[in-house]
């Protein structure tokens, strides 16, 4: 079956570290991949999106990588700092499919402690 | 100036009732999409509409009804309201259908 995952429910890191975050999916062949972020009480905001030709994304403290190999992106903060606490969703395309939509993982809920 | 904009905000209502959420995009974008988020916040996808016409529609109850009266509107109506449909249910839209999706605010249905 399709599945999208991503690492952990919940990663706490120290303030000014990098935090990483993994996305991993099967069964799947997507054309690209997003990162969203979802404050509590809030619509996701769009952050990357990486295609598949792609291997490296970068967007001042972030930087989203997609190894189609793997079947995986990760997902680093840089400098990370207390306003980055929110949770993090990864999301993909199912494929070049005229009915192909958007599916998105579960999400990581990220803090950062100062 | 809100890109995309729900309402309402919260709604709690009785089981069996029949309610709608409206949802307005001013981003000129030709898709848009309802979304439903439950209490472990998985975000799944309910329907899409590309220039008023429905291109997805995935395996929801027949009491959920969506209706597109024009590019910038797609409103969902549901029927019969049952406890698991409380969530946070979510319209966004996008230029393309596979493309930057942009959220609106949610909107909390709670079904007692």
């Known amino acids: 079956s399709q599945k999208i995952e991503q690492n952990s429910e919940a990663l706490n890191i120290q303030e000014g570290k990098t935090a990483t975050l993994t996305c991993n999916y099967t069964n799947y062949s997507p054309a690209y991949l997003q990162w969203y972020r979802q404050d509590p009480g809030r619509g996701p905001v769009f952050l990357l999106l990486?295609?598949?030709?792609?291997k490296e994304k970068r967007k001042e403290r972030l930087k989203v990588t997609f190894d189609t190999t793997l079947k995986q992106s990760l997902f680093h903060i840089t400098a990370s700092q207390p306003a980055d606490s929110a949770t993090y969703l990864c999301?993909?395309?199912?494929?070049?499919?005229?009915?192909?939509?958007?599916?998105f993982g579960s999400g990581t809920r990220l803090s950062i402690r100062p | 100036d809100t890109a995309v904009s729900q309402t309402p905000k919260y709604l709690v209502t009785q089981m069996g009732n029949d309610k709608s959420i409206k949802c307005e995009q001013n981003l000129g974008h030709d898709t848009m999409y309802w979304y439903k988020q439950d209490s472990k916040k998985f975000l799944k996808i309910m329907f899409s509409?590309?220039?008023?016409?429905?291109?997805i529609n995935e395996t929801v109850p027949n009491r959920f009804s969506p209706k597109s009266p024009d590019k910038a509107h797609l409103n969902l109506h549901i029927n019969s309201l049952e406890l698991g449909d409380s969530a946070v249910y979510f319209c966004?839209?996008?230029?393309?259908?596979?493309?930057?999706?942009?959220f609106g605010p949610g909107t909390r249905l709670l079904v007692l």
């Open positions: 999301a993909l395309d199912q494929g070049y499919s005229s009915a192909s939509k958007i599916i």
């Open positions: 509409y590309n220039n008023k016409e429905l291109i």
């Open positions: 966004a839209s996008s230029q393309d259908r596979t493309e930057t999706q942009y």
């Open positions: 990486i295609r598949e030709n792609e």
